[in-house]
T-cell receptor, first 116, second 111 residues
């Protein structure tokens, strides 16, 4: 299994600012994903972070709002841009497709974002 | 698109009771997964099932991959307070990376 380190673990931000969340995996993985989760709710996939190319976004999410980088096989960032209170949520990074893990996704601890 | 129906949505039980939750889908999956999310943490993989009919245990947890490949259940025996959390089922097809998650079952255990 992969160990995922995500930071920051939480932040309180002002409306109109941007926050970049980092995700580091302890081994090379094929796939990395970003999810959003309202407290107590299920996981909503934002995008798949593709190494060396543009991320693949799910319906309702756009690159201008959630730019994603994936410079190598162990690291990705998600930026939440021009934040509003509606962006307050938990953001989760996951990784899968590492050696022997049969494409199972493993998750970071999440970033708890509050926008004032 | 593919969807998973997970039930129940929430459960309030007494410590020591057994718990059962399940997931159904209109689509076939090659892999069924069960995750647990503790408050303030990310989901953690509990059990992975790879073959129709497979029954797998992990301590007090037992999960089965349905014969039709369209359903799975998770049982927790003799629940304890630290079992509190959200349990997610997930379906995955090998060759693809997209994992479909259920809405979660919120478990509350009263000591």
């Amino acid at each position: 299994s992969a160990v995922i380190s995500q930071k920051p673990s939480r932040d309180i931000c002002q409306r109109g600012t941007s926050l970049t969340i980092q995700c580091q995996v302890d081994s090379q993985v094929t796939m990395m994903f970003w999810y959003r989760q309202q407290p107590g709710q299920s996981l909503t996939l934002i995008a798949t972070a593709n190494q060396g190319s543009e991320a693949t976004y799910e319906s309702g999410f756009v690159i201008d709002k959630f730019p994603i980088s994936r410079p190598n096989l162990t690291f990705s960032t998600l930026t939440v841009s021009n934040m509003s209170p509606e962006d307050s949520s938990i953001y989760l990074c996951s990784a899968g497709g590492g050696r022997g893990d049969k494409n199972i996704q493993y998750f970071g601890a999440g970033t708890r974002l509050s926008v004032l | 698109g593919q969807q998973l129906n997970q039930s129940p949505q929430s459960m309030f039980i007494q410590e020591g009771e057994d718990v059962s939750m399940n997931c159904t889908s209109s689509s076939i999956f090659n892999t069924w997964l069960w995750y647990k999310q503790d408050p303030g943490e990310g989901p953690v993989l509990l059990i992975a099932l790879y073959k129709a009919g497979e029954l797998t245990s992990n301590g007090r947890l037992t999960a089965q991959f349905g014969i039709t490949r369209k359903d799975s259940f998770l049982n927790i025996s003799a629940s304890i307070p630290s079992d509190v959390g959200i349990y997610f089922c997930a379906g995955l097809n090998t060759g693809g990376f997209k994992t479909i998650f259920g809405a979660g079952t919120r478990l509350f255990v009263k000591a």
